[in-house]
Nanobody
Framework: VQLQASGGGLVQAGGSLRLSCAAS????????MGWFRQAPGNEREFVAS????????YYSDSVKGRVIISRDNAKSIVYLEMSSLRPEDTAVYYC??????????????????WGQGTQVTVSS
């Protein structure tokens, strides 16, 4: 699976962004998807995940209530809508394909294919 993330940018605190991740190469609806982020000097951190059908979603406590993950299986795109952004949300955001269901969805090892990342910078 090839993933292309986009939509990042520079935004003021309190602002909003919508990230997109376009997938190709395999049947998109066969896979759960996740978003992670990584700030300089930090480990990759789980943000949100969504099931194959889009019915089930899961969020980290740090973004819950401010972020919505969704997907369009017809277009093979997963979205991450972020609002009320904070400076601590600054990071490179990655989308990923979940392939290992023996691992909890919050762990990067549960995912096999990763996009190239898109930078989100929130200024105070």
């Amino acid at each position: 699976v090839q993933l292309q993330a986009s939509g990042g940018g520079l935004v003021q605190a309190g602002g909003s962004l919508r990230l997109s991740c376009a997938a190709s190469g395999r049947t998109f609806s066969d896979y759960g998807m996740g978003w992670f982020r990584q700030a300089p000097g930090n480990e990759r951190e789980f943000v949100a995940s969504i099931s194959r059908t889009g019915i089930d979603t899961y969020y980290s406590d740090s973004v819950k209530g401010r972020v919505i993950i969704s997907r369009d299986n017809a277009k093979s795109i997963v979205y991450l809508e972020m609002s009320s952004l904070r400076p601590e949300d600054t990071a490179v955001y990655y989308c990923a394909v979940r392939t290992d269901y023996s691992r909890h969805k919050i762990w990067p090892v549960a995912y096999s294919w990763w996009g190239q990342g898109t930078q989100v910078t929130v200024s105070s």
